[in-house]
């Protein structure tokens, strides 16, 4: 082997080994990415069961930061949810309300973590959580929440029995 092959070969070793590390970061941060994925969201396919009377129960684990986070549909598009009993209806975004093209019914004034804010009626054709769906759930649209997190509020949560142990909270139709 003369040394302008030694060179090349040297070359061709050094680029296969930063390939490697390259592909191996990505591989790292992929998976990572879904570990932690999951922390922020251990529902994203809400487990589904039927009781012994036949009733429909969804089985939501809480997420590291203490929340009730699932994955779920409003009038059949994909949302997450976080589930907030101190929220009076199920609220969503401007944006959402845009991309789903809900009516914006009477203009309110709701009282916010943030204080009070502008926001409008609306009603959901449809809302479910794993096997449960309900039908003509009252919402609020306001301008204040950004992204595709909806606050599952009590017009969806009055209507099912909500009975939590330790981590795990077990929502069922009534």
């Known amino acids: 082997m003369n040394r302008e092959q030694s060179v090349d070969a040297r070359g061709v070793g050094r680029w296969m080994m930063i390939i490697s590390w390259v592909l191996l970061l990505a591989l790292l941060s992929y998976l990572f990415n879904g570990v932690l994925e999951h922390q922020n969201n251990p529902n994203s396919s809400p487990e589904t069961s039927t009781n012994a009377s ?101 017009s969806f949560l009055k209507r099912l029995e909500l009975i939590q142990r330790g981590d795990q909270l077990t929502l069922r139709k009534l």
């Open 54 to 154: 036949g009733t429909a129960e969804v089985i939501l684990v809480r997420n590291r930061a203490g929340h009730y986070v699932a994955n779920g549909r409003i009038n059949g598009h994909e949302v997450l949810f976080l589930l907030d009993t101190g929220a009076t209806d199920v609220a969503l975004s401007l944006e959402l309300a845009e991309k789903l093209e809900l009516p914006r019914g009477a203009q309110m004034i709701s009282q916010t973590a943030n204080g009070a804010v502008i926001s409008w009626q609306t009603r959901l054709s449809e809302v479910s959580l794993g096997d449960i769906a309900l039908s003509n759930v009252s919402a609020s649209v306001l301008p204040s929440i950004s992204g595709n997190e909806v606050l599952l509020g009590m």
